[in-house]
């Protein structure tokens, strides 16, 4: 089976800014595409950003719009999100999701069309 690793989280002030990476672990054909999506204690899971294996085409949630880039770092095989700006509201455990099974090949922002998850990093964002 595939497995997700994810890194880069940690404890930020307000206005800052981290990177997480996520990469797949062992021998994996590409997924379609790879997604980021968040929960915080009492909240339900919600997605943040997705992006195509290739890395032609992106999407974001309108929360984190202007704020984070997702992108592929293709000599590492890894996809990363760059999040800048960061505040409050953003704290929340991080994780990393791949869809191989796309029925539409549009991507996605349903938790339910990715076969496959990472543990998480948390992300603390200080006032």
């Known amino acids: 089976q595939v497995q997700l690793v994810e890194s880069g989280g940690g404890l930020v002030q307000a206005g800052g800014s981290l990177r997480l990476s996520c990469a797949a672990s062992?021998?994996?054909?590409?997924?379609?595409?790879m997604g980021w999506f968040r929960q915080a204690p009492g909240k339900e899971r919600e997605f943040v950003a997705a992006?195509?294996?290739?890395?032609?085409?992106?999407y974001y949630a309108d929360s984190v719009k202007g704020r984070f880039t997702i992108s592929r770092d293709f000599a590492k095989n890894t996809v990363l999100l760059q999040m800048n700006s960061l505040k409050p509201d953003d704290t929340a455990v991080y994780y990393c999701?791949?869809?191989?099974?796309?029925?539409?090949?549009?991507?996605?922002?349903?938790?339910?069309?990715?076969?496959?998850w990472g543990q998480g990093t948390q992300v603390t964002v200080s006032s």
């Open positions: 999701a791949a869809d191989y099974m796309s029925r539409t090949y549009s991507l996605s922002r349903a938790s339910y069309e990715y076969e496959y």
């Open positions: 062992g021998r994996t054909s590409r997924p379609y595409a």
């Open positions: 992006i195509t294996w290739s890395g032609s085409t992106t």
